[in-house]
Nanobody
Framework: QVQLVESGGGLVQPGGSLRLSCAAS????????MSWYRQSPGNERELVAV????????YYADSVKGRFTISRDNAKNTMYLQMNSVKPEDPAVYYC?????WGQGTQVTVSS
């Protein structure tokens, strides 16, 4: 079965950096487009970034464009989200999505 496990969340200061990882199993990772979403309290889950199967085509929400970078390592069945210049509006639970399934999420907290 599909399994997506996020890691790397935690506390980061405004302006700081954090790298999230999503380890995938149970499907052919290299054949699947993958995405990162986030959800903060009281808000709907929103799309953050998308990456295609080869890792060349990407999409970013305007709110993170130029600050976040999505990438993948098909040899390791892992996707990443490099978060730079983190802002106070970035705290949320970040979810990995692929093959119509979701991970359990990893919490990102921003505090000085």
């Amino acid at each position: 079965q599909v399994q997506l496990v996020e890691s790397g969340g935690g506390l980061v200061q405004p302006g700081g950096s954090l790298r999230l990882s999503c380890a995938a199993s149970g499907f052919v990772f290299r054949d699947s487009g993958m995405s990162w979403y986030r959800q903060s309290p009281g808000n709907e889950r929103e799309l953050v970034a998308v990456i295609n199967t080869f890792g060349i085509g990407t999409y970013y929400a305007d709110s993170v464009k130029g600050r976040f970078t999505i990438s993948r390592d098909n040899a390791k069945n892992t996707m990443y989200l490099q978060m730079n210049s983190v802002k106070p509006e970035d705290p949320a639970v970040y979810y990995c999505s692929g093959k119509d399934d979701w991970g359990q999420g990893t919490q990102v907290t921003v505090s000085s």
